[in-house]
């Protein structure tokens, strides 16, 4: 995330920053958005280190497997990102406006992470990750892609793995089908999530904490949208992620 965002938009100031690698994650886009316009949304998942050590019967089958990137939505084993140091009160206001607001067993959760920087010092992190570990395959907008790519070169991260981020190909309305998907499911959307999207610009603002039940409303509301999605839209007017 640039600066313009995290510290612009979401006032909060890191007081060091540090390019790291963190081996056996990647970053995907599985987080699930709005179809059409934000489908998927940045998260870490763990990866299997070879393809042959992933049982299709156990649960390690769900994980992301390989190193490369996968249908042009993945980015591929080992992350790459940046490690802000920041003070609690400026996690907890993260939290508080990402997916789930905070709230346990809702959207984001925060798992701890050991990282290298590129200096070669160890450190322990916090990364915001989707608790469906499931993989989608969905892919970023344009202006979400533009948000991380424009983080990675800011902050130095290797050309070669800002060669990888470019080659995530982002959603684009490209049919007519789809471009009449993507302004009806607006309209059908955007009402629904209004509750969520007042509490979390209040939460913003003023930093108030979005209550649970708010939080709970807007999951049941993704999941009717990504509902509609899946079994009238995307089968009529073209996929929406």
């Known amino acids: 995330m640039s600066s313009k965002v995290l510290s612009g938009r979401r006032q909060v100031f890191p007081l060091e920053s540090h390019p790291v690698v963190v081996p056996g994650?990647?970053?995907?886009?599985?987080?699930?958005?709005?179809?059409?316009?934000?489908?998927g949304f940045?998260?870490?998942?763990?990866?299997?280190?070879?393809?042959?050590?992933?049982d299709s019967n156990s649960q390690t089958s769900r994980?992301?497997?390989?190193?490369?990137?996968l249908n042009g939505c993945q980015v591929g084993a080992p992350l790459h990102c940046i490690a802000h140091l920041i003070t609690r009160k400026e996690l907890d206001?993260?939290?508080?406006?990402?997916g789930g607001n905070g709230?346990?067993?809702?959207?984001?959760?925060?798992?701890?992470?050991e990282c290298e920087t590129y200096s070669g010092k160890a450190i322990v992190g916090v990364s915001l990750v989707d608790i469906n570990k499931a993989s989608t395959g969905y892919r970023p907008s344009a202006r979400y892609r533009k948000i991380v790519l424009d983080g990675a070169t800011e902050h130095g991260l290797s050309p070669s793995y800002i060669s990888?981020?470019?080659?995530?190909?982002?959603y684009v309305a490209k049919t007519t089908g789809q471009?009449?998907?993507?302004y009806v499911f607006l309209a059908v959307g955007l009402p629904l999530a209004l509750p969520v999207i007042a509490f979390s610009i209040a939460g913003?603002?003023?930093?108030?904490?979005?209550?649970?039940?708010?939080?709970?409303?807007?999951?049941?509301?993704?999941?009717?949208?990504?509902?509609?999605?899946?079994r009238i839209f995307a089968p009529l007017l073209g996929e929406g992620c």
Not at 63 to 69: D, F, M, V
Not at 93 to 98: F, M, S, Y
Request: with cysteine; aromatic share 8%; proline share 7%.
């Open 25 to 39: 994650y990647q970053l995907t886009f599985d987080m699930a958005g709005l179809p059409y316009w934000e489908p």
């Open 42 to 54: 940045g998260t870490i998942k763990p990866t299997c280190s070879d393809i042959g050590n992933c």
């Open 63 to 69: 994980l992301l497997t390989g190193t490369r990137a």
């Open 93 to 98: 206001h993260i939290l508080n406006t990402e």
């Open 103 to 113: 709230n346990p067993d809702i959207g984001y959760q925060l798992v701890d992470i």
């Open 164 to 170: 990888r981020l470019e080659a995530v190909t982002p």
């Open 179 to 182: 471009k009449v998907a993507k």
């Open 204 to 230: 913003l603002a003023f930093g108030t904490k979005v209550p649970r039940l708010v939080s709970v409303y807007g999951e049941v509301v993704k999941r009717g949208l990504w509902t509609l999605h899946d």
